[in-house]
């Protein structure tokens, strides 16, 4: 990916997401005309480190969780229950973290995860917040067996992933399933969205190398039949499909099909 990767540098960037720039004003303080240049700064170290499409393209700036049906009925829940814990899976810069934090979900509340540790030291360098905010962060891989997932078994009431379980192949997507699931307890809620396909299937994945599985309404029904027969729990899913600006700005790339779009999801875990 990282031989390709200048294709996702968006060079053009006259402003930012109206609501990235309010928080980035108000609770960062930087000035209105130096918000633009401090971003794409930022921008500019976390693609050399990691050239992911979703930073590249301006799209980590955008509060996902936040913008989903189920947002009121979350924040209720973790501001209801002091002790309720929040994960956000592929947590990119925190930015959804940062909002919760901003709508009185407590620190001790919340819990990052993301494969590139240097991006939450970013995250302080972009939100200006490491005198006031502080909350646990794990630099782990989904599919990593050696690792130490102890901290995080067993411990989250919601957890979110945005654009995270499209990067791998259908068996791949399992493995990262099975290991969420071991994150989760009777009651917990998964949302987020994905990459997805009208029709379902293994697609030519970003980088090249291989596939990806676009997840339809009723393959990810299949998905998490299949996660929970491999970890003895069973899961309640609810899903909307559609197409959406970020999917149509890429319908010219190799690995694009006409039938992709966006797969909404909130998924319970009932048993």
């Not at 994960?87 to 979900?105: M, N, S, T």
């Not at 499909?241 to 319970?268: H, Y």
Request: proline share 5%; with cysteine.
């Amino acid at each position: 990916m990282k031989n390709e990767s200048s294709q996702w540098l968006q060079s053009d960037v006259k402003d930012i997401d109206p609501a990235a720039r309010e928080l980035l004003e108000t609770y960062s303080g930087i000035a209105p005309e130096e918000v633009v240049p401090h971003v794409l700064a930022i921008r500019d170290k976390a693609f050399a480190l990691y050239p992911w499409p979703c930073i590249g393209q301006m799209r980590f700036l955008r509060f996902s969780l936040a913008s989903y049906p189920s947002y009121a009925t979350v924040l209720e829940r973790l501001q209801s229950d002091p002790e309720a814990k929040f994960l956000d899976l592929g947590c990119c810069f925190g930015q959804d973290i940062r909002k919760l934090f901003i709508d009185g979900v407590k620190p001790h509340q919340l819990v990052g995860l993301d494969l590139v540790p240097e991006f939450h030291s970013l995250s302080y360098d972009l939100f200006r917040d490491a005198s006031k905010l502080k909350f646990d962060f794990y630099a782990r891989d989904l599919h990593d067996d050696g690792a130490d997932w102890s901290p995080l078994e067993g411990r989250f009431d919601v957890l979110h992933l945005t654009s995270l379980l499209h990067i791998w192949n259908w068996e791949g997507q399992v493995k990262a399933a099975q290991r969420i699931a071991s994150f989760t307890k009777p009651g917990s809620n998964l949302v987020g969205s994905s990459l997805g396909s009208a029709v379902g299937g293994e697609f030519p994945n970003l980088e090249g190398t291989g596939t990806n599985f676009r997840q339809s309404e009723e393959t990810f029904r299949k998905f998490w039949d299949e996660v929970g027969e491999k970890t003895n729990t069973q899961w309640a899913v609810k899903t909307i499909f559609k197409a959406m600006d970020s999917t149509r700005m890429n319908m010219n790339q190799a690995w694009a099909e006409p039938n992709m779009g966006i797969l909404l999801f909130e998924v319970t875990r009932v048993k």
